[in-house]
């Protein structure tokens, strides 16, 4: 009987040991960082197809608006359903397992990498193939040379990003899907900043 009792007590530790390392994992997951496996090729050729990342959600954590220039994630809107300048996001989990499993796990989620361009109320053009910002040109060395940015959605040629919404774009603007197909992102949707690539090893450091 004390056999059984010291093997159930040791059952029992390795189980909350678990439970609890399960707990903390998830925890810093989702509000510290986590890694992360480029799958597209619109951030071309500042991140490559089977880069590894690792992605900083402090930011989401604190609420914090991204600068211009910062590479960051977002929870993909619903592309069939633009109307504005602002993306729709109208499958919206319905009960706390959903969410969980959803949010936490992020089972069956879809997340888009892109470049932040433009600001709550500043002034955004797409003419030309090029992007001006409150009426100037936008320097953007990180684009290709012959990398020109056309336009994909009539409602995002000339207009002013919202209050509480970014305006994003991937380097790759001909293979990319972004704000100027389905609108600006609101910042309770952006999910983490890319921070540091950590493989392939020779490229290993902080994504500017």
């Not at 470049?115 to 040109?137: D, M």
Request: hydrophobic share 40%.
């Amino acid at each position: 009987m004390i056999h059984m009792n010291d093997t159930v007590k040791e059952i029992l530790e390795w189980t909350y040991c678990i439970i609890i390392a399960i707990v903390l994992a998830l925890i810093i997951r989702y509000f510290v960082g986590t890694p992360t496996i480029v799958q597209q090729k619109s951030m071309y050729p500042t991140l490559k197809q089977s880069e590894r990342l690792i992605l900083n959600r402090l930011a989401r954590t604190f609420h914090e608006m991204p600068e211009r220039g910062d590479i960051i994630t977002f929870e993909a809107p619903n592309k069939s359903a633009v109307t504005g300048v602002t993306a729709i996001y109208d499958k919206e989990p319905e009960n706390w397992f959903q969410k969980f499993t959803y949010y936490v796990l992020e089972i069956n989620k879809m997340s888009y990498i892109k470049r932040v361009i433009a600001l709550p109320g500043e002034h955004v053009q797409l003419s030309e193939g090029k992007v001006f910002i409150n009426g100037e040109e936008l320097q953007e060395e990180y684009l290709q040379p012959e990398v020109k940015t056309e336009v994909k959605n009539t409602n995002l040629i000339d207009f002013v990003v919202p209050e509480g919404y970014v305006f994003a774009m991937g380097d790759n603007r001909d293979y990319s899907s972004d704000c100027r197909e389905f609108g600006c992102i609101p910042l309770e949707k952006i999910e983490s900043k890319v921070w540091i690539r950590f493989w392939p090893l020779n490229l290993f450091g902080k994504i500017d």
